[in-house]
């Protein structure tokens, strides 16, 4: 008696992964033959071409998903490479920036993706091969992360929330990305020669906001700021109610028209990392940190510590050196 046996179900191969599946020459391989990964059905799939001539496909992925912009974050230290990826798995579709790091990881699938995306055993490193090879060609994107001027082709130009300035007005095509607190940063060249001439005396009107033991100093802060490190800060001095607040806008404002008295980008109320990392941003561009408010209880201590630091690293040109390894 002659038996013949036949297996109806799904096996492994040697990567651990679902079953492969041959397919004989004549069958249709979309694609170029050079590339390894494939879309086939809602699915990403490996290609291997055997050596008895047939096409095998391994299911690496049950979704899809493509590298659609390579995003470079420069703060003016250092630089960070973010991934923007789109996926589509159970017929919805999200898209979503990652560092370039994580992504090599691939542990990111099912905190993105949920329970339903599925990376087959065996397969991680192929799913992140497959996107990228199936991503075809990625638009690099370079994003600003701080105020003030950088080098950009052949020109200097100054950075700010809205763009970035130079020497015929706006440029186009730079974008920056500044924490919510500095969202207000924004400059507007003068449309004309009598705007512009407006601005000046309006600048200049200042020193008679307060004595000039007080304004001329401060005024004298606004333009130092935007020529590049100091090392040195103000710090304004007197009982309540003597217009501290309002004084110190006039000057914020000259680096943007929406900080007013209640719109002031930072204070002392907020951690001495958080307002290092402001600073930080900030780099050529004034910022005022309001609220130093002693109390005379337990808590001065730590408001003098904050104070300390902050001013201390302005003082030694550091905030841009050690926020670098602030998280």
């Given at each position: 008696m002659k038996f013949r046996m036949v297996f109806l179900g799904q096996d492994e191969d040697s990567a651990g992964g679902l079953a492969a599946q041959d397919i004989g020459t004549a069958a249709t391989v979309t694609g170029s033959p050079e590339r390894c990964y494939e879309h086939?059905?809602?699915d990403m799939v490996r290609r291997d071409q055997l050596a008895n001539g047939r096409v095998r496909y391994t299911p690496v992925a049950n979704f899809r998903a493509r590298i659609v912009r390579d995003i470079i974050r420069d703060d003016g230290a250092q630089q960070q490479r973010d991934f923007y990826v789109e996926a589509e798995w159970g017929g919805r579709t999200r898209g979503f920036a990652m560092p370039a790091a994580e992504f090599g990881r691939m542990g990111w699938v099912l905190h993105q993706l949920g329970p339903e995306a599925i990376v087959y055993p065996g397969q991680q490193q192929h799913v992140r091969a497959a996107i990228q090879s199936l991503s075809g060609a990625i638009p690099q994107e370079q994003i600003f992360a701080h105020?003030?001027?950088?080098?950009?082709?052949?020109?200097?130009?100054?950075?700010?929330?809205?763009?970035?300035?130079?020497?015929?007005?706006?440029?186009?095509g730079l974008k920056v990305q500044l924490p919510a607190p500095m969202q207000n940063y924004r400059l507007r060249p003068p449309s004309d020669r009598e705007e512009c001439i407006r601005a000046v005396r309006a600048s200049l009107h200042v020193l008679t906001a307060a004595p000039d033991r007080i304004s001329f100093p401060l005024l004298?802060?606004?333009?130092?700021?935007?020529?590049?490190?100091?090392?040195?800060?103000?710090?304004?001095?007197?009982?309540?109610?003597?217009?501290?607040?309002?004084?110190?806008?006039?000057?914020q404002q000259h680096f943007g028209a929406a900080m007013n008295a209640h719109g002031l980008p930072a204070n002392f109320a907020s951690t001495a990392n958080a307002l290092e990392r402001l600073a930080f941003s900030a780099k050529d561009a004034l910022l005022v940190v309001d609220d130093f408010a002693p109390t005379g209880g337990a808590g001065d201590g730590e408001l003098q510590q904050v104070t300390e630091r902050l001013f201390r690293a302005v003082g030694n040109l550091q905030r841009r050196r050690r926020l670098a390894k602030i998280v």
């Open positions: 086939r059905g809602t105020l003030g001027w950088r080098e950009h082709g052949a020109q200097w130009v100054y950075l700010h929330a809205g763009g970035a300035l130079g020497v015929s007005g706006s440029l186009e004298a802060g606004v333009y130092r700021a935007a020529l590049g490190a100091a090392r040195f800060s103000l710090f304004l001095s007197g009982p309540s109610g003597v217009f501290k607040t309002a004084l110190a806008t006039l000057a």
